[in-house]
């Protein structure tokens, strides 16, 4: 157990629904991130939120649409995907964006969501 | 570019040592992660290297050099339940995180 939760564990969708993924962190943390893992690759950051505010947008599609109600939920809203984003999608938290010591920089992750696109 | 090089899967042997490698390229320098991810599980943090040298915690020590650019994830007396994937990931000057794609380690009886 890290503290973030992400569900669905699992999404199956076609190119043409909508569906979003939650994700809720317990620990206090201000900064949440939205990850794409896909196999064998780098880990992809998509999007970096810091108190709400979104402060770092690495070039994702608009198909991907994130929000932040508050410091402890970010959804991530999915919408005509193609199947290229079949990934595991992970969600992660720390005390602060950036950082140099552990403290702040280390990352708490959820366990993802697999996301399939048909 | 940026670029973090460890490879792709390792075997060991169960009780034995193994080293896992991590060369980097990147903007800066600001400190390096080791993450264990299992299967199907999130990744969970092991270690941050900041300056040279050999950092121990129990079973795993993490070392850094960075003059050669290079870490390395050292596990003693393997476990079965040591089997997982291991990223690096390096914080350059802007104190973005940096990536590897994961060494895959398999543990054999």
């Known amino acids: 157990e890290t503290g973030v939760t992400q569900t669905p564990r699992h999404l199956v969708m076609g190119m043409t629904n909508k569906k979003s993924l939650k994700c809720e962190q317990h620990?206090?943390?201000?900064?949440m991130y939205w990850y794409k893992q896909s196999a064998k690759k780098p880990l992809e950051l998509m999007f970096v939120?810091?108190?709400?505010?979104?402060?770092e947008n690495n070039s994702v599609p608009s198909r991907f649409s994130p929000e932040c109600p508050n410091s402890s939920h970010l959804f991530l809203h999915l919408h005509t995907l193609q199947p290229e984003d079949s990934a595991l999608y992970l969600c992660?938290?720390?005390?602060?964006?950036?950082?140099?010591?552990?403290?702040?920089?280390?990352?708490?992750f959820g366990e993802g969501s697999r996301l399939t696109v048909l | 570019g940026q670029n973090i090089d460890q490879p792709t899967e390792m075997t060991a042997t169960e009780g034995a040592i193994v080293q896992i490698n991590c060369t980097y390229q990147t903007s800066g320098f600001n400190g390096l992660f080791w993450y264990q991810q299992h299967a199907g599980e999130a990744p969970t943090f092991l270690s941050y290297?900041?300056l040279d040298g050999l950092e121990e915690k129990g079973r795993f020590s993490s070392f850094l050099s960075r003059s050669k650019g290079y870490s390395y994830l050292l596990l003693k007396e393997l476990q079965m339940k040591d089997s997982a994937s291991y990223l690096c990931?390096?914080?350059?000057?802007?104190?973005?995180?940096?990536w590897g794609a994961g060494t895959k380690l398999i543990i054999k009886p």
């Open positions: 939120y810091s108190l709400e505010e979104r402060v």
């Open positions: 290297n900041v």
């Open positions: 990931a390096v914080v350059n000057s802007n104190y973005q995180l940096i």
């Open positions: 620990l206090g943390h201000n900064a």
């Open positions: 992660a938290s720390s005390q602060e964006v950036g950082g140099t010591s552990p403290n702040t920089g280390e990352l708490f």
